[in-house]
């Protein structure tokens, strides 16, 4: 094979994985204009752009502006977080199955969120933090706790199951110590939810995707070497320790403060990336795609939840639901190719 | 290469002998231990009675406040004991099915299989008979482990405990949820199902207790009765089948024993985690892991386990009670980490 | 072409927590040669190699790269200089195979930087040199072991190291495709100067291909030399504890050893 030919595959391969990723980025505008305009009185789009440019338009302004905008704008960040930091999490762990969600970090968050909601009663932003260190000291803990004579991903993932086994029961009890009025909350602390979003709960998420997701991205090259097995990457020149602790703490902070924001919304941060990559190509740089995808799957199963039954379900549920037959469908594809699991 | 010795050395079978003495004196000091933990659990509570109350009440005398406590705390121990036991033969049985440690009717999914059914019964079909809970939770629970096994064990390497507990997890996640759905808009049941989905035993009574008898003694004697046949499991599918043992049908009915007891457990007292998971780890490390051996002395630890939980969950939070569920999976979650960290990763 | 770069581990000491498995060991690595490391199970061949790696800092004693300590040296320079094939590699899932190739340019790319010119070419004569050009689009997942393993060769290749270090490349192949790829190693050696250091399981195989010998036991370097020195009746003996014949290769004119058993020795 000539060096052109190598070189011309390779250019087509970049630039279809580019033009995908373009559209997936066009996708999630749309669902974000949507759920804009959708609503018990729908705005045209004129009217929503002018209300977003900083116009006061009457009538939209309220409604878009205040209600609509911040909502759909946490499930856009919320969703970007939990897309990149789930495939984050089952790129490093080799693992579709090994999402973060799953392995007990979500329920360290929201363990400490609930605590703080109903026990101490904290603000929002008390709340956030508190999260955000449950979540590191939970993933912290779970590091230690797997890394026996070196790092074995199969026995991460076991322990991390056990972990959100415990951390969970820790929430059950303490929701069912709740007083009623704080039930409705507190429910959103077991699915996820985008009910009553504020700009003050959009910012620390938006801050946190700001800041983190590029540094993710410039690791990325990183972590597509450490797939091929540490001994491979340390050859290859990557400082394996250091690289996963960056990646590690990065994707564990975008998670815990998606999750301070909403909640853990199920399933986003688990789908996002197979679905990524079997739309973009395996192989390929999949953490800005799982990011727009994980932003895409918040964004239409909130609308769905808000519109398309008569009772309005929060977005969890409706993710929960809708995801569950894909990650079946999932472990039972991934099983059968009897890729390493 | 594998020198074959014609003969067992004579302090080989002395070995064996003994064994069996140390097996039946685990026995005996386990019934001990569970015998003197029911008396702490009458004993014990909101308020404490003294022993000499504990006999009187035994003995009939229901007249002063303390007997009175007494009575109400006798059914409550005694289901504590019969779903500590059915839970932990049914791990066991689970375990030496999937050649598993780490299988737990909670890990695998079969629990939220269980509530999933109840909650869609009572939503859709509008039951309310604790008869029809039961043969529910027992179809959701089977229904839940066909599901979770079948998943598990597609692809190469077969039903490795890694995939089972994922496929578990993902499961249970996925149940979750459809229960989260049918809840929400329904606010009345979810206060009710709020309470059962934590895990406990307050609330008993002789009425309930008579209710699922039938269905533990059905599901312990097909355990029991499979004993054998699970021993030879435990040698690997070809290596059973050279030895004569029908490795299919001898799956399937301890399997349906083992989804039997969770089913009907998790009916009555909600799900709780982690008592099959632990339980036969720790007697295995006592009486080996010949299951005829190991069953009893698995019913009888589970049973201790499970009221000891309730008697800390009833004394700790004084005047409060916290649910034999939470105390299982506090304890027990611990423990499942400690195990995954002994076992070798090539196991695993 | 190659510069001569010495590999050489000095007095060193390798532990897995509290057990150790090789202590106070030396080694030079002779440069632009092909250096086998032969040993029975659990003797330290393969922690020797990893910690000639870089993958396991020593207890006690260094290992030395061209005179400096190897733990002083940032990651990256070290990777344009010495090259890994480890035991059980894990290609990524559905990874083609130029871009898994692509991979051993790791080291000599900078952070954000797209594919030089350079690195195409790296890739292409790599595969061209494995004969697996027209595997290039391919999957590696749906390769057979042999071709698989090519892949891998090939990408320590395009990461044109000029010191090769391999665990057991042969282990997994059929009796061809070991022959393959130890005469296409030799072909690197030979063409482009390459110092290749590689445990081998079989020892015929190690007789037949290396220059240099180095034969492990428990934990220390039991005899180095060149084939004929190193292979014989004793030396099988005191290193795998088996009783054999020695003869010549009357294909390679190489030692070639018989191991004697119970059956069937006439």
Redo the contacts between chains.
């Keep these: 094979m000539s060096t052109e030919t190598l070189i011309a595959g390779r250019r087509a391969r970049v630039r279809r994985r580019s033009l995908l990723t373009g559209g997936l980025a066009v996708a999630v505008l749309v669902a974000f204009l949507t759920s804009l305009m959708v609503g018990n009185t729908f705005y045209g789009l004129d009217k929503v752009i002018r209300v977003i440019l900083g116009e006061t338009v009457p009538g939209a302004s309220f409604t878009v502006g205040d209600l609509r905008l911040p909502r759909a704008s946490l499930g856009l960040v919320t969703g970007l977080c939990f897309g990149v930091a789930g495939v984050t999490f089952q790129t490093m762990l080799r693992n579709p199955?090994a999402s973060p969600d799953?392995i007990g970090i979500s329920s360290g968050a929201s363990a400490a969120a609930v605590i703080g909601l109903i026990v101490f009663s904290l603000s929002e932003t008390a709340v956030s933090l508190l999260a955000l260190l449950a979540a590191l000291l939970t993933a912290g803990a779970i590091y230690l706790?797997?890394n026996?004579r070196g790092f074995?991903g199969?026995?991460l993932?076991?322990?991390g199951?056990?972990?959100?086994?415990?951390l969970?029961?820790?929430v059950?009890?303490v929701?069912?110590r709740a007083a009623?009025w704080d039930l409705q909350m507190a429910?959103q602390w077991?699915?996820g939810s985008l009910n009553g979003a504020t700009w003050s709960g959009v910012m620390p998420v938006a801050i946190a995707c700001v800041v983190l997701v590029p540094v993710l991205l410039l690791h990325e090259r990183h972590l597509g070497v450490l797939r091929m097995g540490d001994d491979s990457a340390a050859s290859l020149g990557v400082r394996v320790q250091r690289t996963r602790i960056v990646l590690i703490v990065g994707a564990v902070a975008l998670l815990a403060f998606a999750t301070a924001a909403s909640g853990p919304i199920?399933?986003v941060a688990f789908m996002a990336g197979p679905i990524a990559a079997r739309i973009v190509g395996p192989g390929a740089s999949l953490t800005l795609p799982s990011g727009l995808i994980g932003a895409l799957l918040v964004l239409v199963a909130d609308l769905v939840g808000q519109f398309a039954f008569d009772?309005r379900?929060?977005v969890?549920?409706i993710?929960?639901?809708l995801?569950?037959p894909y990650?079946?469908y999932l472990?039972?594809r991934?099983?059968?190719?009897?890729?390493s699991? | 290469m594998i020198g074959v010795q014609p003969t067992v050395p004579p302090s080989d079978v002395a070995r064996l002998r003994r064994s069996t003495a140390v097996r039946l004196t685990w026995l005996a000091v386990g019934l001990a231990v569970l015998a003197l933990l029911f008396v702490l659990s009458v004993a014990f509570g909101t308020r404490v009675v003294s022993i000499s109350d504990v006999f009187s009440a035994l003995g009939g005398d229901t007249s002063g406040i303390a007997e009175a406590a007494v009575v109400k705390r006798i059914p409550r121990t005694v289901l504590a004991l019969l779903v500590g036991a059915a839970l932990a033969l049914s791990g066991t049985t689970m375990q030496a099915v999937t050649r598993n440690p780490?299988a737990d009717p909670?890990?695998l999914g079969v629990s939220s299989g269980a509530a999933l059914a109840v909650v869609a019964g009572i939503a859709f079909f509008g039951m309310s008979d604790p008869h029809a809970y039961i043969w529910v939770a027992i179809g959701g629970a089977a229904l839940a482990a066909a599901?979770v096994y079948t998943?598990?064990?597609?692809?190469?390497?077969g039903a490795?405990?890694?995939?089972l507990?994922?496929?578990g997890?993902?499961?249970s996640?996925?149940f979750?949820?459809?229960v989260?759905?049918i809840l929400?808009?329904r606010v009345d049941v979810l206060?009710t199902f709020?309470?059962w989905?934590?895990g406990g035993v307050g609330g008993a009574t002789w009425e309930r207790i008579s209710l699922i008898i039938p269905f533990l003694v059905v599901g312990a004697a097909i355990c029991f009765f499979s004993a054998r046949g699970m021993n030879m499991l435990a040698l690997g599918d070809d290596l059973a089948a050279g030895l004569g043992e029908n490795v299919l049908r001898a799956r399937l009915i301890s399997a349906a024993g083992a989804v039997l007891l969770c089913g009907v457990a998790t009916a009555i007292a909600g799900p709780i985690?982690?008592v099959g998971l632990v339980v036969p780890h720790l007697c295995r490390l006592l009486v080996g892991t010949d299951l005829r051996w190991l069953l009893p002395f698995s019913a009888i630890t589970g049973a201790a386990l499970l009221v000891a939980a309730d008697v800390v969950g009833r004394v700790v939070a004084r005047p409060q009670e916290?649910?034999v569920?939470?105390i299982t999976?506090?304890i027990?979650?611990?423990f499942?980490?400690w195990i995954?960290?002994r076992?070798r990763?090539r196991e695993? | 072409m190659t510069h001569a770069h010495s590999l050489a581990a000095e007095d060193i000491t390798l532990a897995y927590g509290d057990r150790i498995v090789v202590e106070g060991l030396d080694l030079a690595i002779a440069p632009g040669k092909i250096t086998v490391i032969v040993g029975a199970n659990g003797c330290g061949k393969s922690t020797l190699l990893r910690a000639l790696a870089r993958l396991i800092p020593p207890q006690k004693g260094r290992v030395m790269l061209d005179g400096a300590s190897l733990q002083h040296q940032p990651s990256k320079e070290i990777a344009r200089t010495l090259g890994l094939l480890p035991q059980r590699p894990v290609a990524p899932e559905g990874i083609a195979v130029a871009d898994l190739v692509g991979r051993g340019r790791h080291p000599h790319q900078r952070m954000l930087a797209r594919w030089s010119p350079r690195d195409y070419e790296a890739v292409a004569d790599a595969l061209a040199a494995t004969g697996i050009a027209d595997l290039a689009d391919r999957s590696v997942d749906e390769l057979s072991g042999g071709q698989q393993q090519r892949v891998w060769i090939a990408m320590a290749l395009a990461q044109e190291t000029d010191i090769l270090l391999l665990d057991e490349p042969t282990t997994f192949l059929d009796v061809a495709h070991q022959i393959e790829v130890l005469d296409l190693l030799t072909d690197l050696n030979r063409d482009r100067g390459t110092t290749i250091v590689m445990v081998l399981h079989d020892l015929n195989l190690a007789a037949r291909y290396a220059d240099e010998l180095v034969a492990v036991r428990d934990g220390s370097v039991h005899a180095i030399g060149g084939p004929d020195e190193v292979i014989t009746e004793v030396l099988v003996k005191e290193v795998f504890g088996l009783d054999s014949r020695v003869i010549g290769d009357p294909l390679t004119g190489k030692p070639l050893v018989l191991p004697s058993g119970r059956h069937h020795v006439l």
């Design positions: 199955l799953i706790l797997a026996r074995a199969t026995r993932i076991l322990i199951i056990g972990v959100a086994a415990m969970d029961s820790l059950s009890y929701l069912s009623s429910m077991l699915t199920a399933f009772n379900y929060p969890g549920v993710t929960g639901v995801g569950a990650l079946v472990l039972i991934s099983n059968r190719t009897g890729s699991i | 780490l909670g890990i599901f998943v598990g064990s597609l692809g190469r390497d490795t405990p890694l995939k507990a994922l496929a997890a993902a499961i996640a996925t979750s949820s459809l989260s759905a929400l808009p206060t709020r309470f989905q934590i985690g982690f916290i649910e569920g939470i999976a506090f027990g979650a611990p499942f980490i995954v960290r076992q990763v695993l």
